[in-house]
């Protein structure tokens, strides 16, 4: 077992505010098996690492603790206007910049 996978799993699905049962529902498998990758007494197999990577939008390199820092948080904005992106945008940079005083 990789001994940052099971830490990685467990804050990923937690950052994405989802339940066990969630993340089986999303990658087909039983809620009692994700529960066994998050404690580390099961280990994902290629495929689903590679499934698990395209759910939280992040590297499989991430999840098997070859890269160290988190991934960012992708925002979808396939189907908007480029006035609604540049919307999103310029309410991201307002956030950024009351954070800061």
Request: net charge positive; charged share 25%.
């Amino acid at each position: 077992m990789i001994n940052s996978l099971p830490k990685r799993l467990k804050s990923l699905r937690k950052k994405y505010g989802y339940s066990q049962k969630q993340v089986a529902d999303k990658l087909r498998l039983s809620p009692s098996i994700i529960s066994a990758y998050e404690t580390g007494e099961r280990t994902p197999s290629t495929e689903i690492l590679l499934s698990i990577s395209y759910l939280y939008n992040c590297s499989v390199d991430y999840l098997l603790g070859k890269r160290m820092t988190e991934p960012k948080v992708i925002i979808d904005t396939s189907g908007l206007s480029d006035e609604q992106i540049n919307a999103i945008n310029y309410l991201i940079k307002t956030i950024r910049e009351k954070q800061i005083d």
